[in-house]
């Protein structure tokens, strides 16, 4: 009876550990099983992952860190950059031009920039670098441009009418004469040009004006045409 009982004692925790031994097997082949079924998943996460990082710019062979928003807009932009080129070489008597620039500035994204091109000097650089005046009829190039390029899109929508509002008196006479041409040729495709502003030069040059009248009982407005040049 005591030789059963120590037998019996001894072999419960063998039992036991064979079991466990089963059991851990069976566990090992399962989680072979699972990795082999999980190695595909994660090849293709491991592909979603990196284009996510690379369409946001996160990712290190992303040299330029551009979104892929910037991408697509930046070969608008090159469009835009072109049309509006052609009417700032008029305004500027032929010395700028622009052209987009994906260069990265310090640790910002790139993709959305613009250069100037100064013939005079045959430099390229930024646009922050114009004038007030520059900048003005750089503005103005850039959203005629724009116009361009959306009226000659297919399905695009026709602008017929731009309105601009100040900026000219930062414009000597001479590029104030260029800048009113490039507005005036504006109409040979039909459109309108309507000028927002307080330089009293631009009273001679536009005959169709619309002005604001002050006085004790409140504004009123007042229609008044003659002279020469622009029309609006």
């Not at 910002?108 to 003005?136: I, P």
């Not at 459109?191 to 004006?209: C, E, F, K, M, N």
Request: charged share 30%.
């Amino acid at each position: 009876s005591r030789r059963i009982r120590r037998s019996f004692s001894a072999e419960v925790p063998a039992v036991r550990a064979a079991r466990r031994a089963a059991g851990l097997a069976g566990l090992s082949r399962q989680a072979v099983t699972e990795v082999r079924r999980l190695g595909p998943l994660r090849e293709e996460y491991d592909r979603v992952a990196r284009l996510a990082a690379l369409t946001a710019g996160t990712s290190a062979e992303n040299e330029r860190r551009m979104r892929l928003e910037s991408y697509v807009l930046a070969a608008r932009l090159e469009q835009v950059a072109a049309a509006a080129s052609t009417r700032l070489q008029r305004m500027s008597s032929g010395r700028y031009t622009l052209v987009h620039s994906d260069a990265r500035s310090g640790g910002k994204r790139s993709g959305l920039g613009l250069h100037v091109v100064d013939a005079w000097t045959g430099n390229e650089r930024d646009t922050a670098t114009l004038s007030g005046g520059e900048t003005f009829f750089a503005s103005l190039a850039l959203a005629l441009g724009l116009a361009d390029v959306v009226t000659d899109e297919a399905g695009g929508v026709r602008l017929d009418t731009l309105f601009i509002d100040e900026g000219f008196g930062s414009l000597d006479e001479q590029t104030l004469d260029e800048v009113l041409d490039v507005l005036d040729s504006l109409r040979e495709r039909d459109r309108s040009v309507g000028i927002v502003s307080h330089v009293g030069d631009l009273r001679r040059r536009i005959p169709a004006q619309l002005e604001v009248v002050k006085a004790r009982q409140g504004s009123a407005v007042r229609l008044r045409t003659g002279g020469e040049g622009l029309s609006g």
